[in-house]
């Protein structure tokens, strides 16, 4: 009787540990699961305001303007070089 008793409290030491570990693996991977989702939120907030800024700079009246303004305007024949290679 003795060593089943012994033998029961070996299995009982064995299967707390076993209980613990696998409580604090849990918690290590739903903290990590937490920090991914915000990260993802961050990120999806990041690429709306990407696609703003692109469909902001994609307008033609803002590129005329800006072109305008910095005197820009397309070039001749004349100005333009061909570069071959070599």
């Given at each position: 009787m003795n060593k089943l008793n012994v033998l029961l409290l070996v299995l009982v030491v064995a299967s707390a540990f076993a209980l613990v570990?696998?409580?604090?693996?849990?918690?290590?991977?739903?903290?990590?699961?937490?920090?991914?989702?915000?990260?993802?939120?961050?990120?999806?907030?990041?690429?709306?305001?990407?696609?703003l800024e692109q469909a902001k700079f994609?307008?033609?009246?803002?590129?005329?303007?800006?072109a305008t303004k910095q005197k820009l305007h397309v070039p001749s024949l004349a100005e333009t070089k061909m570069i071959e290679k070599e």
């Open positions: 570990t696998l409580h604090y693996e849990n918690r290590v991977v739903f903290i990590a699961l937490i920090q991914a989702q915000q990260d993802g939120h961050r990120l999806e907030e990041e690429h709306a305001v990407l696609i994609g307008n033609h009246h803002v590129i005329q303007a800006a």
